[in-house]
């Protein structure tokens, strides 16, 4: 059964960091997009980042660059989000996603991508 879980997340102080993980399993990993979106309470899930398959290139929100970075490790078939200086507006449940539409990171829409998890709960103190 293909699936995807998330994990890492937690409270942290604004300014402080986290990392997230997106795990696999019944598929290779490093054969798809992978994206990473957030959804806040009362709000649409949007997309912050996305790793393309097997190059690597990574794909970012406007909000969140220089910020955040998208990462993978084929020997665990695990997507990372490396998320430092989080802001209380980064706050959400965060989920990963493979791509389906064929697009892959080129339309970072949450249509696009399926197989979500049960996402990770990230929490900003001011």
């Known amino acids: 059964q293909e699936q995807l879980v998330e994990s890492g997340g937690g409270l942290v102080q604004t300014g402080g960091s986290l990392r997230l993980s997106c795990t696999a399993s019944g598929f290779t990993l490093d054969d798809w997009a992978i994206g990473w979106f957030r959804q806040a309470p009362g709000k649409k899930r949007e997309g912050v980042s996305c790793?393309?398959?097997?190059?690597?290139?990574?794909y970012y929100a406007d909000s969140v660059k220089g910020r955040f970075t998208v990462s993978r490790d084929n020997a665990k078939n695990t997507v990372y989000l490396q998320m430092n200086n989080l802001r209380p507006e980064d706050a959400a449940v965060y989920y990963c996603?493979?791509?389906?539409?064929?697009?892959?990171?080129?339309?970072?829409?949450?249509?696009?991508?399926?197989?979500w998890g049960q996402g990770t709960q990230v929490t900003v103190s001011s």
């Open positions: 996603g493979r791509d389906y539409s064929g697009y892959g990171c080129t339309h970072l829409e949450s249509q696009s991508f399926h197989l």
């Open positions: 790793i393309s398959d097997r190059g690597g290139r990574t």
